[in-house]
Every structure is written in C-alpha cells, then in structure tokens.
C-alpha cells in the first residue's frame, strides 16, 4: 500500500480508512475493486477468491497469463465468488460477447492516441520512438493482444478485455496509432463471424486524474458497481 496515495484518496470519500493489507480486510467485505495495477491485480485476485469474496479488476491485462487466469477463475468457482471484469473504455463489448456464442473469424482493435498519453511507455523508450515529433498518425505497434497488454499495460487493457470475450490473446489483432492532432483517445472494433460483422467507435476524453487512461473507464467502474448492488442485469 502506498500510503501517501491512499491516504489522500481516502480524503476524498465519505467513509474510508486506509489499511496496510489488503488481506487483513478480506474477512470484513463483500466485494474488492482493483483499480491501482496489473501487478497489483495479480498480487489481490487470487487472495480475494480464496476466501470467497468477490473481486472486480480494472487492469485486465493481468489475465494475460493463462495460468494465472485460470487458477483464478477455477478458485472463484470453488469459493462461490465472482470476477467481475467491467467493459472499460471500449462499447461493442456486449455485441462481441454474443457473438462469441458462434463462431468468430476475426477481432481487431485499432487504437489512436495522443502523444501525451504515452508518455513514460517503456516499451516506446526502449525502442527509442520520440512520439513528440510525430507530425501525422504513426503506427508504432500491430501484433497480438498479448504483445500489446505485455508492452502497454497501462494503456491497453481493453484489449484484455477482448481477448477474454472474443478469440483469446493470441488470435486478438491489436493496433495501436499514435496521431498528434488527436483530442481524445479512440478505440475502434472491428468483429467478423457467424453472426455477420459489426464495427464499433468509441471516441474518448481523457481522465482528469491519469491522461493514460479514458475517463469511460471510470463510468465503466461505477456502472459495474452499481449493477452489482442493485443485482440489475439489463443487457447481459
């Protein structure tokens, strides 16, 4: 836990208390949101199930690891509790969803942002691509789902969240542009399978708090939340 950190978002919010671990408080809720990681959804997943209590990951990639995933998966099974995944900064979720019922020919996500919101990518520093100096859209990566939530894992988790819903990590193309006349964060999904084909548009803002992140994905995290309490499942 970081203290500082937590301790000022607690300062927020009507009734919050920040605590040194996480698994102390297990025995005392019903549910733990994850919001902070990739690495910090691995370490609190897993330890969340196990004692049967619910758990909603915000940073998706962490399910890149298929072992990890399933292990996860198959304790929430056996404990009785739930997983929920939010859809994110991404609409067509639930249209893929369905699809997937049937079979699927072909995922893609294209991906445009600015260079602001990659900034401090490791992957881009390490490749020694200046995403200032761009003067027209770039492509600066195309492979698989997993390549990109492994290389961007703050900046692509609803890719994770496609592969979970569609054709898996390694089936997944992922495209990711970086366009300096850019105003938002945009994602577009392309599906092709049994049911026909859809292509869907998703045209962010930034977060207030983190320009890495939409703020759809917060809406996304409330909505969850609140279908969650008042156990309403409209469109599922």
């Keep these: 836990v970081v203290k500082p950190l937590a301790e000022e978002l607690a300062s927020k919010l009507n009734k919050a208390i920040v605590v040194d671990s996480v698994e102390d408080e297990l025995y005392h809720c019903d549910l733990v949101i994850e919001a902070a990681s990739q690495d910090a959804a691995t370490d609190i997943a897993y330890k969340t199930v196990s004692r049967g209590v619910d758990v909603m990951v915000l940073s998706v990639g962490a399910f890149v690891d298929d072992e990890y995933r399933e292990m996860v998966f198959e304790k929430a099974r056996q404990t009785d509790a739930r997983v ?3 859809s994110g900064a991404l609409a067509g979720t639930d249209g893929l969803r369905a699809a997937s ?3 699927l020919y072909e995922v893609e996500l294209i991906t445009k942002k600015g260079p602001k ?3 401090n990518v490791k992957f881009i520093e390490e490749q020694g691509i200046d995403v200032a100096s ?3 859209p770039t492509v600066i990566f195309s492979g698989t789902a997993r390549e ?3 290389k961007f894992p703050k900046n692509i988790n609803v890719a994770a969240t496609v592969s979970l819903l569609g054709m898996g990590f390694d089936k997944t193309k992922v495209t990711i542009v970086v366009d300096p006349s850019a105003k938002s964060n945009s994602h577009e999904l392309i599906i092709k399978g049994a049911f026909g084909e859809m292509n869907c548009h998703t045209y ?8 890495k992140t939409s703020y759809l994905a917060s809406l ?3 909505s ?3 279908r969650i309490v008042r156990k309403e499942w409209i469109g599922i």
């Design 84 to 86: 929920f995944i939010p």
């Design 101 to 103: 019922v049937d079979e």
């Design 117 to 119: 919101s990659l900034s």
């Design 134 to 136: 761009f003067v027209e």
């Design 148 to 150: 990109a939530v492994q």
């Design 204 to 211: 962010n803002v930034p977060s207030p708090d983190n320009p």
């Design 220 to 222: 996304s995290a409330i």
């Design 224 to 226: 969850a939340l609140k």
